[in-house]
């Protein structure tokens, strides 16, 4: 039994020496250390040694059963080490390779357009003011002396969510709110940008939603000079020293008189091509005087004060400025057209 046992040993000594993976390991272990293995069957047959030979043959299978176990033990932490220093030299990192790129963002072409234009007028001593985008009818039209059933109301259809609450159709509300909300009546220098809401049909140069800046100066003594002073700067700086400017009789019910303003073409310098439509003028927003009746609604009295108004749309200064030729690539978010413009 001893020989047996020994023989037995070295049987799978050599087995352990010869596993190449964990799996051979295990085989192994099973095959000798296991419940059916020839270990246990060995240990089986003690009932039939005599009283002195039962605790040798004892000690001897246990040292045996250790001798394996330990063997499986050592090859197995060697296998392991030598699987980890594989995986790692398949995983090398070489970091002399280029990076993937990250992309990064930028604002909207819009978006920087609205903050320049912001700058421009804060530079002339304009403070922003925004309002809500759902705006009360009053605000929208009644206080810019737009009353119920005025037809002028009809160039500014909009979307309706009750008879009294409407998505705001233009910038100019926040003028209302701004000099209704200062108690002392004080002179008022403000612009308002932000999104404003029409129903009109998506094409080439319409859309439903779109930005508006507003502009308003309220104080004592201020004349259509000064209205065209201050619209001269902002040709000039947004679109070149060089520009021209003219004021155009118009219409608007909460400006009297109004007027729509041009810049002289870029293309043909007032000869008339293609893109002024040989008019030699690019109309580019609308302005006025404030109407007394404005004034008056908003507790300004219009013996003391008077003021000018302008708003125009940052769509259509970014399409002049940018030669963009259609209004929805503003909307449309696809990062080809938004990407040229990031250094903008
Ligand atoms: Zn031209």
Not at 76 to 87: G, P, R, V
Not at 189 to 210: C, E, L, N, W
């Amino acid at each position: 039994m001893k020989e047996q046992l020994q023989e037995l040993e070295n049987e799978a000594l050599q087995k352990v020496e010869e596993a190449s993976s964990l799996k051979d390991l295990q085989n192994v272990r099973v095959a000798y250390l296991g419940k059916k293995g020839p270990i246990t069957e060995v240990l089986r047959g003690m009932g039939k040694l005599s009283k002195e030979e039962r605790p040798v043959i004892g000690e001897l299978a246990n040292k045996v059963r250790g001798n394996i176990a330990e063997a499986i033990d050592n090859k197995k932490a060697n296998i392991e080490a030598a699987e980890l220093e594989k995986q790692l030299a398949e995983e090398t990192i070489d970091v002399t390779l280029p990076g993937r790129p990250v992309p990064t963002g930028g604002p909207h072409l819009l978006t920087s357009i609205v903050e320049e234009i912001e700058d421009l007028f804060i530079g002339m001593g304009f403070e922003v003011r925004e309002g809500p985008e759902v705006e009360t009818d009053y605000y929208n039209f009644e206080a810019l002396n737009l009353p119920k059933g005025h037809p002028a109301r009809d160039m500014q259809d909009s979307f309706y969510i009750t008879e009294e609450i409407l998505l705001r159709t233009h910038t100019s509300p926040a003028q209302a709110r701004t000099m209704n909300a200062i108690e002392d009546k004080r002179p008022v220098k403000m612009i308002s940008p932000g999104k404003v809401y029409r129903r009109d049909t998506d094409d080439a140069t319409h859309s439903h939603q779109f930005t508006q800046i507003e502009g308003l100066y309220v104080d004592k003594n201020v004349r259509m000079s000064d209205l065209k002073g201050v619209l001269d700067r902002f040709a000039k700086q947004m679109f070149g020293e060089d520009r021209e400017i003219r004021l155009r009789p118009s219409f608007f019910p909460f400006t009297e008189p109004s007027v729509e303003m041009d810049i002289s073409c870029k293309v043909c310098h007032g000869e008339g091509c293609s893109v002024c439509k040989k008019t030699g003028w690019i109309e580019i927003l609308g302005a006025g005087m404030v109407h007394p009746r404005v004034l008056e609604m908003a507790g300004y009295d219009p013996k003391v004060y008077s003021g000018f108004a302008f708003g125009m749309g940052p769509e259509r200064i970014a399409m002049l400025k940018f030669g963009v030729d259609d209004i929805r690539h503003f909307y449309t978010n696809d990062i080809r057209f938004l990407k040229q413009y990031h250094q903008a």
